[in-house]
């Protein structure tokens, strides 16, 4: 289950920020509440989960669904969400030209490796993967595009991290400090870690840091002279991924798929 979804105050918001519309903000909040697997859940739930009052929740489920973002269910008395969303997501997809370049070279490596390759992009403390390619290995992790995974301990996430302007990445990691201040000392030490290799190596390692079983390589992909920042990660099962394997085979290889995409990138801004 989701924990609720923490907010800044709305008055202080308002007062921060004279062009923040908080009816608009609430009603995305009530969007990121559905979880992956959950298909309905009810205005007390969205309350709860959110931290908006039920009354005001009443209204924007109200409102989203006669957007189509939501669809209600008379008998549960329930919402789930409606294909607004899956459209403006599959629009959000459609958009990324570099999926389209990337998704032979990942399936190329995936295929390589008996590995799963993904592409991710930041959403607040998660990573989403907008593009994900498996091999054909019978130890392959089965996340698909779509799929949240947490940014502090995984590859891909610190990955990212790596890769933005330390300004931004000290504010996240002081968010991180104010939300999870009893696991803080072990995260910061491994985004610390992260930091460390891919200034060595020019990757970052993930053995079971999020899951036991499992262990990534990931590099982050700075686009546009760093105005964006995706990652690529490659992993599976750490019965097969020794550290050796992660270190000698696994890195490097991703390496050379960053820069193969990277250049299949040139000829595009050039034109």
Request: aromatic share 6%.
């Amino acid at each position: 289950m989701n924990k609720p979804i923490p907010r800044e105050d709305d008055e202080d918001s308002a007062t921060k920020d004279r062009n923040f519309v908080t009816a608009l903000s609430r009603g995305l909040e009530l969007l990121r509440a559905f979880g992956a697997g959950e298909e309905y859940l009810g205005n007390a739930e969205l309350s709860s989960r959110t931290g908006i009052p039920r009354p005001t929740v009443s209204r924007l489920t109200y409102t989203l669904k006669e957007l189509g973002y939501l669809q209600h269910n008379q008998r549960l008395e329930k919402y789930r969400l409606g294909a607004g969303v899956l459209a403006l997501g599959y629009r959000y997809l459609a958009s990324k030209g570099i999926r389209d370049i990337a998704r032979p070279l990942m399936q190329h490596l995936a295929d390589a490796t008996d590995c799963a390759v993904a592409l991710g992009t930041a959403d607040r403390h998660s990573m989403t993967y907008v593009e994900v390619c498996q091999g054909s290995g019978p130890l392959v992790m089965r996340l698909d595009t779509g799929a949240r995974i947490p940014m502090a301990t995984t590859a891909i996430g610190r990955a990212w991290l790596c890769g933005i302007p330390a300004e931004r990445r000290l504010q996240l990691m002081n968010d991180m400090r104010l939300r999870a201040p009893d696991n803080w000392p072990a995260i910061e030490q491994s985004i610390n870690k992260s930091l460390d290799e891919y200034a060595t190596y020019g990757f970052c390692l993930s053995e079971g840091d999020w899951e036991r079983e499992v262990s990534a390589v990931a590099i982050p992909l700075i686009l546009e002279d760093g105005a964006e920042v995706m990652a690529i990660n490659c992993g599976g099962s750490s019965l097969r991924l020794s550290h050796r394997v992660l270190m000698e085979n696994l890195g490097p290889r991703l390496k050379d798929l960053i820069g193969q995409i990277k250049n299949s990138l040139e000829p595009q801004r050039t034109r």
